[in-house]
């Protein structure tokens, strides 16, 4: 009797113990910290210059999205960003092939992803020059070049000086800690004026 008591105790004591790491687990498994990755860009001088090396410039918001990563056979990543569904308000400069117009959807790599590190739990998000993602609920003026490997996708020019918010005038924020963070203000206030929005 005093037995059977004893392995149900400890039949109990091990499930709460199970029950309180898998919830720990669950928890600790939704945090995301983040690693800034800091890396040489393509970075320009003028606004004419970003203009000229920019394929579209546009304006619209941001809608869904979505991780994208992909691995080599060895596990080495390949291609890692965030893919952006992008709705275009105004088409400023169009040098592509594509007959794009107010409405249009296009796809946005946005220089950060998310790592699942694995069995320990949380995940990772990695910020090319502490780029931040484009806020669903803020419009943009992006200048974008075509994707080299994939056609239809766009790269954002010079990856923070080529994202403006401009729902917020002047310093939105989004600029904390990137390089050239003065340049990038004076370039949004330059191509707002350029083309005309506010």
């Not at 919830?23 to 970003?50: G, P, R």
Request: net charge neutral.
């Amino acid at each position: 009797m005093k037995r059977n008591k004893i392995i149900i105790a400890s039949v109990a004591l091990s499930g709460f113990i199970s029950l309180v790491l898998s919830l720990w687990y669950m928890s600790a498994d939704k945090k995301v910290s983040l690693s800034i990755i800091h890396a040489k860009q393509v970075s320009f001088n003028t606004v004419d210059e970003i203009i000229n090396f920019s394929q579209l410039v546009v304006t619209g918001k941001p809608l869904e999205s979505e991780n994208f990563v992909t691995f080599d056979e060895r596990g080495f990543t390949v291609d890692a960003y965030t893919i952006t569904q992008f709705k275009i308000n105004k088409v400023l400069e169009n040098k592509t092939t594509y007959d794009y117009k107010a409405g249009d959807i296009i796809k946005v790599a946005e220089p950060s992803y998310i790592y699942d590190n694995g069995i320990m739990p949380g995940k990772t998000k990695f910020s090319i020059n502490n780029y931040q993602n484009m806020d669903k609920n803020h419009s943009y003026l992006l200048l974008l070049v075509p994707d080299f490997k994939y056609d239809d996708l766009y790269v954002i020019s010079g990856v923070n000086e080529g994202k403006h918010n401009i729902d917020i005038p002047g310093n939105d924020g989004e600029k904390v800690g990137v390089p050239h963070g003065e340049k990038n203000y004076k370039f949004k206030e330059e191509l707002m004026k350029k083309f005309n929005i506010y």
